[in-house]
């Protein structure tokens, strides 16, 4: 049970259903991040579909499965980006690392934070679905950020988690990301609706700070090995993951004013 005394902001990128850019917002909102003069760190945690690297266009010859092994460290298989990201590489088409226990997820978190104490951010590409693996990681975080697409699975398959972790009086620190939409009002109109149903249901609102547009871009760039936030800074794809590092980045702040204000207040309960 280490707890170190990190000021690291830890983000998490989950979704109920695979396949609907959490490694794509991962990782562009990584590269948006650190052009904000910030010391970003990215743990690829898809231990079965780990793809970060190939986003990143980043040789990665170690990865988190050899951390588990107790061959390396984390030190041994992160990986300094050209971009400037520290990355710490998944694993990919390991079934045994798909199904790791809770304690062995918090402590890789304990141990990136240890490691590299220097980080203003880590960002958590998290696996898909509800594994015990998946909800220890989305327990570090500060923020979680929920990416769905306005389809009946994704609707469903996020409205899940999101009852999961409203039995835990988790939904303050989360945000619903609507990906691939084709405008921003479609986008918030998809957050109403999702807003609505959890006030009706459970009770509790949960969080809303922009989304992303559908941007073929974004696929394009990957198989030439560039970035929308490098090289088509001035794409939709890259202004919306830019205007989303700043509405995060404004939005940690304000959670840790609000959290030092209320603490007195919990206490009377
Ligand atoms: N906003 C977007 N516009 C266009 N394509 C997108 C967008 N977001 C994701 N994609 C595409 O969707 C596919 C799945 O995205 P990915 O980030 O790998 O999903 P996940 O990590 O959730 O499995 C990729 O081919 C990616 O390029
Ligand atoms: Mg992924």
Redesign the pocket.
């Known amino acids: 049970m280490s707890q170190s005394p990190t000021t690291t902001r830890i983000i998490g990128i989950a979704?109920g259903?695979?396949?609907?850019?959490?490694?794509?917002?991962?990782v562009n909102l990584a590269l948006a991040l650190s052009r904000q003069n910030l010391r970003v760190g990215l743990l690829d945690a898809?231990l079965g579909?780990a793809?970060s690297q190939i986003?990143l266009g980043v040789n990665a010859p170690l990865n988190v499965s050899h951390v588990f092994e107790g061959s390396k460290s984390v030190t041994d298989v992160a990986v300094e980006t050209s971009h400037g990201l520290l990355l710490i590489p998944g694993a990919s088409g390991n079934q045994s690392l798909a199904n790791i226990t809770s304690v062995q997820a918090t402590s890789l978190i304990d141990q990136v934070l240890q490691s590299y104490p220097e980080l203003d951010v880590l960002l958590i590409?998290s696996a898909?679905g509800l594994s015990s693996a998946n909800m220890s990681f989305l327990d570090t975080c500060d923020l979680r950020l929920l990416?769905m697409q306005d389809e009946p699975a994704s609707i469903a398959d996020v409205y899940g988690l999101i009852k999961l972790e409203s039995r835990k009086d988790r939904l303050k620190n989360l945000y619903l990301l609507p990906?691939?939409v084709t405008s921003a009002a479609n986008g918030k109109a998809l957050f109403d609706k999702m807003n609505l149903v959890c006030m009706k249901f459970l009770e509790q609102p949960v969080s809303y700070l922009a989304s992303?547009?559908?941007?073929?871009?974004?696929?394009k760039v990957?198989r030439k090995r560039e970035t929308v936030i490098e090289h088509y800074p001035t794409s939709p794809?890259a202004k919306?993951f830019l205007n989303l590092a700043h509405a995060l980045l404004s939005e940690l702040g304000e959670s840790s004013a609000t959290a030092t204000r209320q603490e007195p207040q919990q206490e009377q309960v």
Request: aromatic content about 0%; hydrophobic content about 40%; glycine content about 10%.
């Open positions: 979704s259903k695979g396949g609907v850019g959490k490694t794509t917002v991962a898809d579909l793809n986003l590409d898909a990416v990906n691939r992303i547009l559908q941007d073929e871009l974004l696929s990957t794809a919306n």
